[in-house]
């Protein structure tokens, strides 16, 4: 894997574990500007951990995570994200008492620090461009809706939305469409690269349905019992013996 | 309608020293009171509740306390800034270590923090008076000073303007992007840190200015009484803002005047009837209070009209059946 590009964010020789079980053994990875990459591997191969390595959540034993020259390990959540980091969740994390356009206002008004105390949330300048980004998520039509009673692929896109208010320069997203009627799966992927490109943010997600992997990654990395077993064009990682034997199993 | 009901109330508690004199110390302590409530009432939004806030209430009767007797009678005004002063920067003190903690653990940390003066106000006699507490000598106003008769009337329109500006001061916060974030800190903190923001943060910001409202209200109590006691931060008088805020309801801030009216009310009355056992009076009526109205006296409307329909559906029925 050689590249011209610097890479937006490295990490190097991660290594983390939980009493005896090795999340992380020597996880080297660069994410380059622009791409989508997925990330796949049987449970427990430590596919999470690395996210939450990465957004600050964890801090592991040994190892780097630069970006732009800086190094994330040891900064909290927030400070990450203040750099350009946003994170989705498997299980979406929303303001469920709030309204979606809320939950968007919110995560601007921190972006902007707009901490003006007589300024109702709601006439936040940043209010058209939540809107826009909601429209960009197919959500635009639920924004007065509370959070709360969203079915789960909204609840996944409004979560992404969430996290792209943070304008992110890189999003992680922690099996997008898990949780999701079969049915409704590719139609939400369909949105969900869609905004991205159009917010040209550069994204990693963690992937367990194969064809959604061949279908949108531009480049898949290969994770096994803490180490990436290997990395390349969708095409020709999933067509590896080994990965198949592994992960996707035949 | 709900903005003219507002506006028709705040305008006859503010004709109430003309329309009914005898009620003036009964409000005069409501307002003191409520002050410390609506602290209570903002951490309640972030799901938190303190068993200590008697000692921002205690901190606002002993500045009045120590001033006064320094400077022979201060001044209202500028005991009204060495309160919002000693009140904000203790609360951002004890806040610091509060704030990271949630639940029992907020609770149980501020009311450990509340003894603790509690026991210092007892033990250091030469300094603090004791149990008998210290006088609050009666301060002028704008240089003016007054007779006792007077300066009920004063001390009225203080803690009355205070509950307005309290009051209004609340609902812009929690309309704000600060106030949201403070409910969203209720909800999911997760999600907070990775928007951004401090879950920690964004609750001492909203302590220290509840510390603030709890030492204005302080400063009201102790004005009116003319004593500052240790009693102020004992757990049970923090328990009290803590039983008012919820017997008001977390809706809105007129859940909490309505509260705090309801309890001094049930109190007095209580204590008319039975000096003895007031207390059992009171308990009565409020566990009487919380099964019918779980949300607070807030739901009191919504629960009436529930009733309502009920009733005029049972009415209903009956007249069919005997058709």
């Known amino acids: ?250 | 309608m709900k903005r003219l009901l507002v506006i028709a109330l705040v305008v006859v508690l503010a004709l109430l020293p003309v329309l009914s004199a005898g009620n003036v110390t009964f409000a005069t302590t409501v307002y003191a009171k409520m002050l410390a409530v609506l602290g209570i009432f903002l951490l309640l939004q972030a799901g938190q509740v303190s068993f200590g806030h008697g000692m921002y209430f205690a901190a606002g009767a002993y500045t009045a306390a120590y001033m006064g007797q320094a400077m022979g009678g201060a001044d209202i005004l500028l005991l009204l800034l060495a309160v919002i002063a000693i009140s904000g920067l203790s609360g951002l003190i004890v806040g610091l270590f509060v704030s990271r903690y949630r639940y029992i653990f907020f609770a149980m940390l501020n009311l450990a923090f509340s003894m603790a003066v509690f026991a210092l106000l007892e033990k250091l006699f030469h300094l603090t008076g004791g149990t008998d507490g210290l006088r609050v000598p009666r301060p002028t106003l704008l240089g003016e000073s007054f007779s006792r008769a007077q300066f009920d009337i004063v001390i009225y329109y203080f803690s009355f303007i205070m509950v307005v500006l309290g009051s209004l001061g609340i609902w812009l916060y929690l309309r704000s992007p600060l106030g949201q974030a403070l409910k969203a800190v209720k909800v999911n903190e997760t999600r907070l840190e990775y928007i951004g923001l401090s879950a920690n943060r964004t609750i001492l910001i909203a302590y220290v200015f509840s510390a603030v409202l709890a030492g204005i209200g302080g400063l009201a109590f102790g004005l009116q009484q003319g004593l500052a006691v240790p009693e102020l931060t004992f757990w049970t008088r923090s328990g009290e803002f803590v039983f008012i805020a919820v017997l008001g309801g977390v809706g809105n801030v007129i859940g909490v005047f309505a509260g705090t009216v309801v309890f001094q009310a049930v109190r007095f009355v209580a204590a008319a009837l039975l000096d003895d056992a007031w207390q059992l009076i009171l308990g009565i009526v409020l566990i009487g209070i919380i099964l019918v109205v779980p949300a607070g006296l807030i739901g009191l409307p919504a629960r009436l009209m529930e009733l309502g329909r009920a009733i005029r559906k049972r009415r209903f029925l009956a007249g069919r059946e005997q058709e």
């Open chain 1, 1 to 250: 894997m050689s590249r011209n590009t610097t890479p937006l964010l490295s990490a190097r020789g991660i290594k983390i574990s939980f009493g005896g079980v090795i999340a992380a053994d020597g996880i080297d990875l660069d994410i380059f500007p622009g791409e989508m990459l997925a990330i796949i591997g049987p449970n427990g191969a430590g596919k999470t951990t690395f996210l939450n390595v990465c957004t600050g959540y964890l801090k592991p034993q040994a190892g780097s995570v630069r970006m732009g020259g800086a190094e994330l390990l040891g900064m909290a959540p927030r400070a990450i994200t203040r750099l350009g980091v946003a994170r989705a969740f498997q299980i979406p994390q929303l303001f469920v008492e709030h309204t979606v356009l809320e939950n968007m206002l919110l995560s601007a008004a921190v972006r902007e620090r707009a901490w003006n105390p007589f300024r109702n949330l709601h006439a936040l300048p940043q209010r058209d461009e939540m809107m826009e980004l909601l429209r960009l998520v197919d959500c635009a039509d639920i924004a007065e809706r509370s959070a709360h009673e969203l079915p789960e692929g909204q609840r996944k896109l409004v979560d992404i939305a969430i996290a792209l208010a943070q304008r992110p320069k890189l999003l992680l997203m922690d099996e997008p469409t898990s949780g999701v009627a079969s049915s409704d799966k590719f139609g939400i992927m369909e949105i969900l690269i869609d905004a991205l490109r159009k917010a040209q943010v550069t994204s990693v997600f963690v992937e367990h349905d194969m064809e959604m992997v061949t279908r949108y990654a531009s480049r898949v990395a290969v994770w096994s019992e803490g180490r990436i077993q290997m990395q390349g064009e969708p095409a020709h990682v999933m067509n590896d013996p080994e990965v198949i034997r592994t992960v996707i199993g035949g």
